[in-house]
């Protein structure tokens, strides 16, 4: 408990906020986080129907906002990369970790309607429901880094540790940009697959509807 005290004191020192405004600031992060909010409101991705309903395969807001989005995200990143405007940072692949952490992040997500991201955008609509998915979020958190963060199991979730590699690296494809090519070219066929899926739904309901006010 007192190094819990001790890391509370540590984070609200006058040096750690002071480091905020100076060469460490994250100016560029929250005017980034400002952007993706934007987009987030904007794409109507902060309501807890539209996440619940890519669950029931009835809404797929998500799928046509976020595909745009992650093509776009790839092609700049690679673009900027290239022309030495930015490094890119690879995280490591470590399979049992990256499993178990997409089915909880998966099933908290289907179960509160809201990721951590979105939730502070609903909470910014004046969803008050989004409350509970950030006090889990905070909470979360703070449990894994106090209490299970550098034990044994970190040690177990390590054990299919690939290393810092991309899709490209693990496929053997020598240019990176044939790669992304493809990968944009799959994505637009899903949007489009995904479209036609929609659209023979919303057929099918609207006929199933007018055919029940017959009987």
């Not at 405004?21 to 902060?46: A, D, E, H, N, W």
């Not at 690679?78 to 990256?98: E, H, I, M, N």
């Not at 540790?161 to 994505?187: E, K, S």
């Amino acid at each position: 408990m007192e190094e819990i005290f001790l890391r509370i004191q540590e984070t609200f020192d006058p040096y750690t906020i002071e480091t905020l405004t100076g060469p460490f600031s994250l100016y560029g992060g929250f005017i980034v986080g400002t952007l993706l909010g934007i987009v987030l409101q904007k794409g109507r991705l902060c309501k807890y129907d539209v996440i619940s309903g890519l669950f029931r395969m009835q809404d797929f807001t998500f799928f046509r906002v976020g595909t745009p989005l992650l093509i776009t995200a790839m092609v700049l990143i690679y673009l900027f990369r290239d022309f030495g405007l930015v490094s890119l940072y690879v995280p490591k692949t470590v399979l049992p970790a990256q499993i178990i952490g997409g089915i909880m992040f998966g099933a908290g997500l289907a179960i509160a309607g809201y990721c951590p991201a979105i939730a502070m955008g609903a909470l910014g609509e004046g969803a008050l429901d989004a409350i509970p998915t950030i006090i889990g979020m905070i909470g979360g958190s703070i449990l894994y880094a106090e209490f299970f963060h550098g034990t044994w199991k970190d040690d177990i979730i390590q054990y299919i540790d690939l290393g810092r590699v991309t899709f490209p690296d693990l496929f053997l494809i020598f240019n990176h940009w044939f790669f992304i090519f493809a990968f944009a070219f799959m994505c637009t066929m899903f949007l489009i697959g995904i479209s036609m899926y929609d659209s023979f739904l919303n057929y099918s309901l609207k006929f199933l509807g007018v055919f029940r006010k017959k009987d």
